[in-house]
Nanobody, 123 residues
Framework: QYRVAESGGGLVQPGESLRLSCETF????????IGWFRQAPGKEREGVIC????????IYADSVKGRFTMTRDTAKNTVYLQMYDLKPEDTAVYYC????????????????WGQGTQVTVSS
């Protein structure tokens, strides 16, 4: 059964770093793209960053360029979202999602979703 599960969220102060994990079950990461999305209160879910089956990453949210990176560990079936220099506007529930091969910024293109992990950036 295919599923993904996020972890690693929490409360951090502005300027701090945080790493989120997305553990995948049933997937061969070399055949699937994994994307990170986020949803802040009262806002629509937005695509943040994605890593394709060929391990090419694409950033969709301009506000995170230069601060967020994505890596994967195929031995652990896990992908990571490393976030640096966090800002209050990064506060949101972060979701990872999976789809076949290529990345997409559109949430509707992803078939498998985790439950989300809360990231709160506040002093």
């Amino acid at each position: 059964q295919y599923r993904v599960a996020e972890s690693g969220g929490g409360l951090v102060q502005p300027g701090e770093s945080l790493r989120l994990s997305c553990e995948t079950f049933g997937f061969i990461l070399g055949s699937f793209a994994i994307g990170w999305f986020r949803q802040a209160p009262g806002k629509e879910r937005e695509g943040v960053i994605c890593i394709s089956s060929s391990e090419s990453s694409t950033i969709y949210a301009d506000s995170v360029k230069g601060r967020f990176t994505m890596t994967r560990d195929t031995a652990k079936n896990t992908v990571y979202l490393q976030m640096y220099d966090l800002k209050p506007e990064d506060t949101a529930v972060y979701y990872c999602a999976a789809r076949g091969l290529r990345c997409s910024a559109a949430a509707d293109d992803y078939s498998y979703w985790g439950q989300g992990t809360q990231v709160t950036v506040s002093s």
